[in-house]
């Protein structure tokens, strides 16, 4: 049986469009919020069960259902980096024609533009914060790939939670809802400003800051309050920052507000 399904594995991963949900946290967030699971494979299903009456009882039976049981030399050699909860699958990415409509609908939350970001972590742990805070969405420019198996861990599959997508600058959803601020030390101080709604956010990349394509598509330059000498903060820091900032605005009527 093990052997039929490291097949129906391989022959799934071999398709582009389908995701690594590395760990239990990735698989019950993508199936709270509507992914398609193509596959679904443990280890430790004691474990798996244990984990699922603890911290999501509301998906133990589907859970219970959907795993298929695999030797831990199967799963290591499936999955190299072994998720310490013994529990992998693949699912189908995000209609892209659903999210660009999600991304160019009328909107009041912030979209969030990471532009030219280098680190695949950080793209997911700002994934992550937008799902949180409930941001209508996460668009990167430049060539990384925001549903990157290394993005898509650090947002504990939290994706499907929200729209991400990978656009040229020339294709950002229409700041016509709202301006385009980029974040930037020579930009006016957040904290004396409102966040118009449905604004958009753009943050540089981790080591050169915004690009001048997107210094010069932006509206309004904003700065985050920082110390002096201190040089930066970290991008999901930077993000938090300033969508805690927003919500603190937006009040109990903000998205991600409970």
């Given at each position: ?95 892209a ?23 695949l972590?950080?793209?997911g ?23 990157h ?34 974040l ?18 753009a ?18 330059l ?37």
């Amino acid at each position: 049986m093990s052997g039929d399904v490291v097949r129906q594995w391989r022959e799934a991963a071999a398709d582009d469009r389908a995701v690594l949900l590395d760990g239990f946290h990735a698989l019950k967030h993508a199936l709270r919020f509507g992914a398609r699971v193509r596959i679904a494979v443990t280890a430790s299903r004691d474990d798996v069960r244990a984990l699922a009456e603890e911290l999501a009882p509301d998906l133990a039976a589907r859970l219970a259902g959907l795993l298929t049981d695999v030797s831990d030399r199967e799963l290591r050699d499936l999955v190299p980096r072994r998720h310490p909860t013994g529990v992998a699958a693949l699912a189908d990415r995000a209609d892209a024609a659903s999210v660009r409509a999600a991304l160019r609908a009328p909107r009041t939350a912030p979209v969030v533009v990471l532009d030219n970001p280098r680190n695949l972590g950080n793209v997911g742990a700002v994934v992550r914060l937008a799902a949180g805070m409930g941001a209508t969405g996460v668009v990167t420019t430049g060539d990384a790939d925001p549903w990157h198996a290394n993005a898509v861990r650090g947002a504990a599959g939290l994706h499907y939670a929200t729209a991400v997508a990978r656009l040229p600058l020339g294709d950002l959803p229409d700041a016509a809802p709202g301006p385009l601020y980029a974040l930037d030390p020579a930009g006016d101080d957040l904290r004396t400003l409102r966040l118009p709604p449905g604004v958009l956010l753009a943050f540089g990349s981790e080591r050169h800051g915004i690009s001048p394509a997107m210094r010069g598509r932006a509206d309004r330059l904003v700065s985050l309050p920082m110390r002096p000498q201190v040089s930066s903060y970290n991008l999901a820091t930077s993000v938090a920052m300033a969508l805690y900032h927003w919500s603190l605005a937006a009040g109990p009527d903000a998205p991600g507000a409970r």
